[in-house]
């Protein structure tokens, strides 16, 4: 079965930091891009970073950039989110999305985990 | 940046109905680019069209998709009672993704 599984969430205070992760199975996971996707409590969705399937190329929403990074170890299927400087509004289910084999769409998402700066 | 517009916010229908919902880009883009997801409530998003009209794995044909340029269309030919949910288009480019505020399609 392909599926992704979050883990890291928690309750941080302002100005802290946390660090989220990803563990992909029954798929090659370093043959696809990986990205983060948040959702606020009873909002919409946001997409956080993508990270290509080298770990050579990564991107961040403006909202995110210089406090985030993405990262990831094909060798441990894993993908990771570090996150520092959180605020209030970084509050969030975070969820893990594996890129379609064509196209530009997500195909699996992760349960999430959330998190939680207050 | 390019910004995704869906209408209705909501829409009211009944099990069986067609429902149809938009997703105005703010500029033209790439058919290839275009994505739509349901959520249903406390679950992640699961996806249903990519490339505008391609239908993901294991999705009821009653699930549609159409458009190019600015305007694009999901269609539900036939309301079941497990497709009462919220609907979110999505759009690639520069390197980011970009999602629309959602339609939420509710029992009338």
């Known amino acids: ?118 | 940046e390019i910004v995704l517009t869906q209408s209705p916010g909501t829409l009211s229908l009944s099990p069986g109905e067609r429902a149809t919902l938009s997703c105005r880009a703010s500029q033209s883009i790439s058919s290839t680019s275009l994505a739509w997801y349901q959520q249903k409530p406390g679950q992640p998003p699961r996806l249903l069209i990519y490339v505008a009209s391609n239908r993901a794995t294991g999705i009821p044909d009653r699930f549609s998709g159409s458009g190019s340029g600015t305007d694009f269309t999901l269609t539900i030919s036939r309301l079941e009672p497990e497709d009462f949910a919220m609907y979110y288009c999505q759009h690639y480019g520069r390197s980011s993704y970009t999602f629309g505020q959602g339609t939420k399609v509710e029992i009338k």
Not at chain 1, 43 to 51: F, M, Y
């Open chain 1, 1 to 118: 079965e392909v599926q992704l599984v979050e883990s890291g969430g928690g309750v941080v205070q302002p100005g802290g930091s946390l660090r989220l992760s990803c563990v992909g199975s029954g798929f090659d996971f370093d043959d696809f891009n990986m990205n983060w996707v948040r959702q606020a409590p009873g909002k919409g969705l946001e997409w956080v970073s993508l990270i290509s399937w080298d770990g050579g190329g990564t991107h961040y929403a403006d909202s995110v950039k210089g406090r985030f990074t993405i990262s990831r170890d094909n060798s441990k299927n894993s993908l990771y989110l570090q996150m520092n400087s959180l605020r209030a509004e970084d509050t969030a289910f975070y969820y893990c999305t594996k890129d379609i084999a064509w196209g530009d769409a997500f195909d699996i998402w992760g349960q999430g985990t959330v998190v939680t700066v207050s």
